[in-house]
């Protein structure tokens, strides 16, 4: 990509992507450390958030540095982290159209249980990735059948070339 370029151009097309790619990250990784925090996670209090951003920091790290000898074995680790947003906005949608508006008090009430949502969100990934994946490892009742149709597992508006 930076072979037609100028040395010093490249180079600051280089610095340019991969200050680009930590900076979106940071917001990702931040993310994920506070949701496991969420979790019921203790640690101490001064330095939980920091604790689990460096930590899944370099999980994600070395798991993005595995996948760069495979990026098809990559692409599918991609596909698979994926795959959850669909049957998660369906669950929250439902439950935001149900309860008409929202109970915060329901997010601190460690007494009650409702395995509704996540059972019919697990229902959810496994009847689309059963029915509609395509991925090197996996392909799918329709896409076995349909090849033309690609990967329709993130929501049936994800656009994928067919594995083959």
Request: proline share 5%.
């Amino acid at each position: 990509m930076t072979g037609l370029l100028a040395t010093p151009l490249a180079d600051l097309t280089l610095l340019a992507i991969a200050l680009g790619a930590v900076s979106a990250n940071v917001l990702n990784i931040y993310s994920g450390a506070l949701s496991f925090v969420a979790i019921g996670v203790k640690l101490p209090l001064t330095l939980r958030r920091a604790i689990v951003a460096l930590g899944f920091g370099t999980i994600g790290f070395f798991l993005a540095w595995n996948g760069l000898s495979n990026v098809g074995r990559y692409e599918n680790f991609l596909l698979i982290i994926a795959y959850w947003i669909a049957p998660w906005l369906a669950v929250f949608f439902c439950d935001q159209l149900l309860r008409r508006k929202p109970d915060e008090a329901l997010l601190f009430d460690t007494k009650r249980t409702n395995w509704a949502g996540p059972v019919a969100m697990l229902a959810g990934m496994g009847i689309s990735i059963w029915l509609f994946s395509n991925q090197t490892e996996y392909v799918g009742v329709v896409p076995s059948h349909v090849p033309a149709v690609g990967d329709l597992t993130f929501g049936t508006g994800r656009e994928n070339t067919p594995a083959g």
